[in-house]
């Protein structure tokens, strides 16, 4: 019998909670996960408002917006059930806040590579921001082409009786790495894909083309954007 999609994942949920050594520990623990859910939530709006506050100063200053778009995730209580015990942790509220630093994410899609670092950079050194973390995986690529720029960054959020720090992963990427990314993400999650290796190696070859497409593109736009100096200069 072919389950649906929703019956898959419900079934696989069950078999979660039931390997589980402490079953029921989410339900027994509800609601300091949602309180704490709700505070990563709070850390998530704080860091749009700072990439929004960037994006109104910069359109102003220099009629160009540095992103195109900002998505924003709470990890699924699945996802983190996985990674916690893909870590070799017990699944509790406390270990969730200690091991997890990409509960609250936040993906910010760029039109350029300098944008993407510029804009790294004001949030990175904002002085109430504290950064865990940074990869840079588009100097340094994944070996199957994967490229974005992660920070994993410390926010203050501040509630009615505390000041509290949490940690948000931010990830910057090109346009076009996003397509990119989400097309890999496909291949991860399916299996027993007859030409897998195969289309692996197209999407690294893709990868290459995304890259030398992104700074082709950047180096256009400065080309544009001294002749316009120029021109008003010249007025
Ligand atoms: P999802 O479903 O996006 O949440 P860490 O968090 O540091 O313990 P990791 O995986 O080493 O674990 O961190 P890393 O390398 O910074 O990757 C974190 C996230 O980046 C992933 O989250 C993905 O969102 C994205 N990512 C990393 N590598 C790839 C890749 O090869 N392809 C794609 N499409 N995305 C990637 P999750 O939790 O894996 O998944």
Redesign the pocket.
Known sequence: MELTKREESEAQRRQVMMLDDKPGVLLEEAKPFINLMMQYKCAIMEVETKLKVLDAEFSQEYNRNPFESIKS?L?SPL?IYE?LRK?GYSVTVNNIER????VA?V?VICSFPDDIYRLADLLSRQDDIEVI?R?D?IKNP?P???R?L?L?LSTPIFLSREKKYIRV?V?FRTIAMDF??????KL?YKKNIEDGEAIARELKNCSDFIEALDYQMQGIRDRIDNAEAGTEEGD
Do not use: P, T, V
């Open positions: 995730r990890k996802s990674k870590k091991y997890l630093n990409d994410g993906r973390n990869k995986y994944k199957n082409g994967y974005s992660h994993i992963e990830q990119w990314a989400s097309l890999e993400h991860k």
